[in-house]
T-cell receptor
Framework: DQQVKQNSPSLSVQEGRISILNCDYT??????FLWYKKYPAEGPTFLIS?????DKNEDGRFTVFLNKSAKHLSLHIVPSQPGDSAVYFC????????????FGTGTRLTVIP | SAVISQKPSRDICQRGTSLTIQCQVD?????MFWYRQQPGQSLTLIAT?????????ESGFVIDKFPISRPNLTFSTLTVSNMSPEDSSIYLC?????????FGPGTRLTVT
């Protein structure tokens, strides 16, 4: 049973435009959410996180939005750059912090120059 | 952040054999984890590697199949025992802080 879902396996965006990656979860006990980026032959790299007490967290070009009532979060990348092309995973935890993460299946983002 | 290395980076093994994967961290950490990513799937937590005690396994994973050692705060091993083609996956170790987990580069295992 997949508790964290990324329903779009792939996304293509023009350079300079906004990339929006979506993630849904089913377990209402989750209270901490993270986004990771993964290049081929490398491990996932932490990008940004958000606690359930917030609905937005911003770090440079990356912003994560959390809608608890809808059990939905999204990652916005503005402006998108070709180097952002990678697979993006969202992850959730029911412990405050990052232990025992449940991952989505990933979305492959391609930024077209 | 932490710098994490894994050995081997990849291997091709015959069914019925075992492979031990090593994970080395450049600093002492309390929390270490082992994940599996099967082809086309998400990352799934296998177990939490506890220093000085037995690992804590997630549902669906057992110690006989995936024995784990954690002799100190910078090193852990995961053994994939009696391998079958279904064990072909990327195996990743990670270390946890209060707010993030940092991942190693992974070990790509192919079982023939």
């Amino acid at each position: 049973d997949q508790q964290v879902k990324q329903n779009s396996p792939s996304l293509s965006v023009q350079e300079g435009r906004i990339s929006i990656l979506n993630c849904d979860y089913t377990n209402s006990m989750f209270d901490y959410f993270l986004w990771y980026k993964k290049y081929p032959a490398e491990g996932p790299t932490f990008l940004i996180s958000i606690s359930s007490i917030k609905d937005k967290n911003e770090d440079g070009r990356f912003t994560v939005f959390l809608n608890k009532s809808a059990k939905h979060l999204s990652l916005h990348i503005v402006p998108s750059q070709p180097g952002d092309s990678a697979v993006y995973f969202c992850a959730a935890s029911w412990q405050t912090g990052a232990n025992n993460l449940f991952f989505g299946t990933g979305t492959r983002l391609t930024v077209i120059p | 952040s932490a710098v994490i290395s894994q050995k081997p980076s990849r291997d091709i093994c015959q069914r019925g054999t075992s492979l031990t994967i090593q994970c080395q961290v450049d600093s002492q950490v309390t929390m270490m984890f082992w994940y599996r990513q099967q082809p086309g799937q998400s990352l799934t937590l296998i177990a939490t590697a506890n220093q000085g005690s037995e690992a804590t396994y997630e549902s669906g994973f057992v110690i006989d199949k995936f024995p784990i050692s954690r002799p100190n705060l910078t090193f852990s091993t995961l053994t994939v025992s009696n391998m079958s083609p279904e064990d072909s996956s990327i195996y990743l170790c990670s270390v946890g802080t209060n707010y993030e987990q940092y991942f190693g580069p992974g070990t790509r295992l192919t079982v023939t």
